[in-house]
């Protein structure tokens, strides 16, 4: 089963920063957050993990709370091909990767 | 450079018959996992295979078995097919090198398997 809980859905304004959460409080210490988004009919793509510490790349940053039992993934200025499926989750390196039903992420133009 | 490629895209049985899919991996992978990937669900772990073997293996039962090459490409194949076999199944690959493996699993864009 899944470690997390995400929102069913949410909606950002195009150009707006797109701000999703997600809730671990379970995890452990050997756990990492990782981020992938499913865009329609294409397979699951990678786009950020992290530990303990605030992570940023070309994609996106992730927040992770002090206690680590939660975390935000944070798209600067969303735009329409942001529109997907975002899963959080959290996993021992080396393990397989457990999807839940995620967020559904609408850009609104 | 090619990602991770699966054949065939789309692809029709009936109940009770057999299906193989297949997958390659992205270039200097050697890791390959599948998944199965229901309508309006997350992708769920079927298994994963590494040096030719199942390494790790979801909730899945034996009618889903698998294969892996030398040249690391994998086959999924299913027997006495069900109605709720009809889903979207997604082949991922990975490197693995050293301590820090498994980082990341790029995807195919799966197959879509219809049973009758």
């Known amino acids: 089963d899944a470690k997390t809980t995400q929102p069913t859905s949410m909606d950002c304004a195009e150009g707006r920063a797109a701000n999703l959460p997600c809730n671990h409080s379970t995890i452990s210490g050997n756990e990492y957050v990782y981020w992938y988004r499913q865009i329609h009919s294409q397979g699951p793509q990678y786009i950020i993990h992290?530990?303990?510490n605030n992570e940023t790349n070309e994609m996106a940053s992730l927040i992770i709370t002090e206690d680590r039992k939660s975390s935000t993934l944070i798209l600067p200025h969303a735009t329409l091909r942001d529109t997907a499926v975002y899963y959080c989750i959290v996993r021992v390196r080396d393990d397989k990767i457990i999807f839940g039903k995620g967020t559904r992420l609408h850009i609104l133009p | 450079d090619a990602g991770v490629t699966q054949s065939p895209t789309h692809l029709i049985k009936t109940r009770g018959q057999q299906v193989t899919l297949r997958c390659f991996p992205k270039?200097?992978?050697?890791?390959v996992s599948w998944y199965q990937q229901a309508l309006g669900q997350g992708p769920q772990f079927i298994f994963q295979y590494y040096e030719e073997e199942e390494r790790q293996r979801g909730n899945f039962p034996d009618r889903f078995s698998g294969h892996q090459f030398p040249n690391y490409s994998s086959e999924l194949n299913v027997n006495a097919l069900l109605l709720g076999d009809s889903a979207l199944y997604l082949c991922a690959s990975s490197p693995r090198t050293g301590p820090t493996t498994n980082e990341k699993l790029f995807f195919g864009s799966g197959t879509q398997l219809s049973v009758l």
């Open positions: 992290g530990l303990k």
């Open positions: 270039s200097g992978h050697d890791t």
